[in-house]
């Protein structure tokens, strides 16, 4: 606590600002330590980089809003963490934001202890909503277990700093006990890594509030002496005829008191009465609008009458028709496809496949929801299967739903085998929802295996790993390492073994940017003497970290 500061009863707009960016400088400062969490030993962990981008994001747009009412700067809050949602972690981050902010924005200019913990209420509620399958002994613990602490300690009557401090203090507690209730945490020998991401943020409210601008801290609990006794595993069909000429899209914000989501509802009717292709997503606290139409100015109007507009962006798409046909681009096909991965050479091979596009990404890269999003706009087609080849861009994949004027279908591809295995089974006579099943099918008939190295010391189930070591890891729905050594081609070999099973016909080798092709070469050959009744083949990837990722059929 710190009694020589001036008290502060509660916050107003201006000092939400400035808790956004302190908390933002803070993960921004500290995100390297955060990533060092990450359970698995190997060199992807991207929680802090993840939980940054997001934050940095939502900090852009809180600087791009001109008015410090407390409505609007939620608004820019909500808006900005969604749209910069990376990886699993700033998913759950923004909706996490996204409930503070349905509080705060209705809190009138002054939010006290009361309203905070609301706020941090709602925002625990809606992060469990957005997780099919909440995991507890992560973020998600931490934000619930701080709220539920947030409601008892507003009963007495409290300055907000010190409020958040005593919030603060039992978030420790709570990420503290993360490795009881996650047992791969425990073996890894650190907390949550999501979990401490979140203090380091609420920390930096802090500061702001009492004036101290030092963002970097000192964690001495987050390691520990792992228990060498535990085991785990870790939209257009003609471009001659265009009937409606405007692309218009926008963001109604600050929504009138009065304005109810009957008539958001309502709003929407209107819309489709004058256009085609209408998106009306959001609630009270914020709606963006997508709609084909040729009166923008009916739409705007229609609008207003609910709040602000912001944003908007008109696209003539009668020129764009005119441009595309000078192109000779006069008949579009009805499905688009996009795939994320991180690699010149796998980029190459989606695109072979006739992939519509390609977003860099994966490992370490995880795209925002506003990355998918967009990539998936520029597709030509009203239908797009996207494929997010890494558990930790699906979730951000199916925020991107939301914000897309596309109709997105989310294949929830894992990694690139599974993904490269979707891909060829997809039919273009067939029907979307035939595609759809086809696809989900496919991904799950290939196992996935890769090949990288351990960045710290530390045991993993029955595998004490030293910094260096190589290890292999099978990708089966978890991820467990299967192989270690110090030898790249031996690694390798050891976990195609423990990969194989008797109707496996088709072993491929995709090799990273660390190996070279007649390497890859020689260890084809010796896998292909070795298992003479598959075939074996092998491919440049060009993926960074990874030598190799191996797919069998």
Not at 173 to 191: D, H, Q, R
Not at 277 to 295: A, F, Q, R, Y
């Amino acid at each position: 606590m710190h009694k020589n500061i001036k008290m502060h009863k509660t916050i107003n707009g201006s000092t939400l600002r400035k808790m956004i960016l302190s908390g933002a400088k803070s993960l921004e400062q500290n995100k390297d330590y955060i990533d060092s969490l990450n359970v698995f030993p190997v060199p992807d962990g991207d929680t802090g980089t993840n939980m940054s981008l997001t934050m940095l994001t939502a900090a852009k747009e809180i600087s791009a809003c001109a008015s410090n009412n407390m409505s609007a700067l939620c608004a820019a809050l909500s808006k900005g963490a969604l749209r910069g949602a990376r990886g699993n972690s700033g998913v759950i981050l923004s909706q996490i934001f996204k409930g503070i902010c349905n509080v705060l924005s209705e809190s009138g200019e002054n939010v006290g202890c009361k309203q905070f913990a609301k706020a941090l209420k709602e925002g625990s509620d809606i992060a469990y909503k957005a997780v099919t399958k909440p995991k507890e002994g992560t973020i998600l613990t931490v934000i619930r277990e701080m709220s539920d602490a947030a409601l008892k300690i507003c009963k007495k009557s409290i300055d907000i700093d010190e409020f958040l401090e005593k919030v603060i203090a039992e978030g420790e507690v709570s990420l503290k006990k993360t490795p009881e209730l996650l047992p791969v945490l425990a073996k890894a020998g650190v907390v949550d890594a999501g979990g401490r991401g979140l203090l380091v943020i609420m920390q930096g409210f802090v500061n702001a509030i009492i004036g101290i601008e030092d963002y970097t801290f000192e964690f001495a609990t987050d390691t520990f002496a792992a228990d060498p006794s535990e085991r785990s595993h870790v939209d257009y069909s003609n471009l001659a005829e265009i009937e409606f000429a405007y692309c218009t899209e926008f963001f109604i914000i600050n929504l009138h008191k009065k304005t109810t989501e009957a008539e958001i509802d309502r709003f929407r009717e209107s819309l489709m009465t004058i256009g085609d292709c209408v998106l009306v997503i959001g609630d009270l606290s914020m709606v963006k609008i997508h709609v084909h139409t040729n009166e923008p100015g009916t739409a705007l109007n229609l609008a207003v009458k609910l709040g602000e507009v912001d944003r908007i962006k008109i696209e003539n798409m009668l020129e764009e028709n005119r441009a595309l046909i000078g192109k000779g681009n006069e008949n579009l096909k009805p499905f688009g496809i996009v795939s994320v991965c991180a690699g010149e050479g796998l980029a190459a091979i989606f695109k072979d496949l006739q992939v519509d596009a390609v977003i860099e990404g994966g490992q370490t890269m995880n795209p925002s929801a506003e990355d998918i999003a967009n990539a998936c706009d520029r597709v030509l087609a009203s239908d797009i299967f996207v494929f997010p080849n890494n558990k930790n861009i699906i979730l951000a994949a199916e925020q991107a739903k939301a914000i897309s004027r596309r109709n997105l279908h989310i294949i929830p591809s894992k990694n690139v085998p599974q993904g490269l295995a979707g891909v060829l089974s997809y039919d273009a006579e067939a029907e979307a929802g035939e595609n759809y099943e086809a696809m989900s099918d496919a991904i799950q008939n290939v196992k996935a295996g890769m090949v990288t190295y351990a960045v710290r010391n530390t045991k993993i189930g029955n595998f004490d790993l030293k910094e260096g070591d190589i290890i292999g890891i099978i990708e089966d729905g978890k991820s467990r390492i299967a192989a270690k050594g110090k030898d790249i081609s031996k690694v390798v070999r050891d976990l195609v073994g423990k990969m194989m099973e008797n109707d496996t016909s088709t072993i491929t080798l995709y090799f990273g940017s660390e190996v070279t092709e007649e390497e890859a070469e020689k260890l084809a050959t010796e896998l292909q003497e070795k298992y003479d009744n598959c075939d074996v083949d092998f491919h440049f990837g060009g993926q960074p970290l990874y030598y190799y990722i191996i797919a069998m059929e």
